[in-house]
């Protein structure tokens, strides 16, 4: 099918439920159909973390001003700092027919959704909540404050996954399963009738032609 869109694929999950290496992998399995969204935020730079390729690190000032300027497709709180995601890649992408990967919170997620009905929510989980604290503590970049009230923030979380399209279990050591799970998902979505709307109007004309014998 020529001239289709790319899947916006809005991946959550809770904060250690190892979206960033399941994105990572799938970016680098099919790099040519997926783009990963670079979001900006307030929070300052982890150990390793480059700005502009993992953030687009700012101050709060400066976060406030692109949201009067309505550059984000949407942003969000999430504890204590600013998120968001710069409206003009994702579009560009998806009308070049790449598909585009947000790694967002729930809140974003949502507001993405209603603008843009079309788009894919999955949730990425670990198998337990015991799984979820392991790999947190395990992480050794967050203090023991910020772990609980990502905890705490996970609680609240389970009760809206049931909202998204997908649940994805990511298992300890099984990184290439969850991503190529996810990779199916898009491709499914692809083929859904209603995303293949010119394609189907293309070929019912040109059937319609062949009808009236022109
Ligand atoms: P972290 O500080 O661990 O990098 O990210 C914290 C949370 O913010 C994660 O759940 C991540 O998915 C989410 N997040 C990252 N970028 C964005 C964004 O642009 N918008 C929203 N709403 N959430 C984001």
């Not at 307030?42 to 949201?67: L, S, W």
């Not at 949502?110 to 603008?115: G, W």
């Not at 990425?124 to 970049?141: K, N």
Request: aromatic share 10%; hydrophobic share 35%.
């Amino acid at each position: 099918m020529n001239n289709q869109k790319g899947i916006l694929a809005i991946i959550s999950g809770f904060s250690g439920a190892g979206k960033g290496t399941v994105v990572k992998k799938i970016l680098e399995s099919h790099n040519e159909e997926f783009a990963l969204s670079i979001s900006a935020t307030t929070r300052g730079p982890r150990e390793g973390e480059v700005n502009g390729v993992h953030y687009f690190f700012m101050d709060k000032a400066v976060f406030e001003q692109k949201i009067s300027d309505h550059q984000f497709l949407e942003y969000a709180q999430y504890v204590d700092n600013y998120y968001g995601t710069p409206k003009e890649f994702v579009f560009d992408k998806l009308n070049q027919g790449v598909s585009v990967i947000l790694e967002i919170e729930m809140q974003g997620a949502f507001k993405v959704k209603e603008q843009y009905p079309e788009a894919v929510m999955i949730f990425i989980t670990p198998p337990s909540a015991e799984e979820l604290e392991s790999r947190l503590r395990g992480r050794g970049t967050e203090t023991e404050e910020v772990i609980l009230s990502r905890l705490a923030r996970a609680a609240d979380e389970a009760s809206y996954m049931e909202h998204y399209d997908y649940i994805v279990v990511n298992e300890d050591g099984k990184v290439d399963e969850c991503s190529d799970k996810i990779y199916h998902i898009v491709e499914t979505e692809k083929k859904k009738a209603a995303f293949c709307g010119s394609f189907i109007r293309e070929l019912a004309d040109d059937l319609a032609r062949y009808k009236k014998g022109e």
